[in-house]
């Protein structure tokens, strides 16, 4: 029981680092910091704060795993944009190359 005390008390240390505004949850997290504190965590206590806590923080992990979809959606766009633009950079330099290559040998002959 010591491990799952502690365990606990992580836990409830990790969630307090969080700036919590549901009630709920801050009821919870009163009640658990409260229990653990006294020294006696019913098995009441910590199922209502381990509910509070997956009900609260996996609303949070939806919308951070969409973000991130679409963090890296648009991320593969600009990747996509950065070789289509150094494709047709490297096609620009080569007429550059090409053109001048003409200017000069026709400079060339306009000199003799």
């Known amino acids: 029981m010591a491990a799952d005390r502690s365990a606990l008390a992580a836990l409830v ?3 307090g ?3 919590i505004r549901d009630r709920a949850l801050r009821r919870a997290q009163a009640e658990m910091t409260k229990a653990l504190t ?3 965590v019913p098995s009441a206590v910590t199922d209502r704060y381990l509910e509070a806590v997956q009900r609260y923080f996996s609303g949070f992990e939806r919308e951070a795993r ?3 979809a679409d963090v890296e959606r648009r991320l593969a766009k600009v990747s996509q944009l950065q070789f289509n633009l ?3 950079r490297g096609v ?3 007429r550059v190359e090409v053109t001048q290559g003409v200017l000069a040998r026709m400079l060339e002959l306009a000199r003799r």
């Open 92 to 94: 620009a330099a080569r």
């Open 38 to 40: 006294a020294g006696d």
């Open 13 to 15: 240390a990790d969630v």
């Open 66 to 68: 969409t973000h991130l």
């Open 17 to 19: 680092g969080f700036h």
């Open 86 to 88: 150094t494709a047709e």
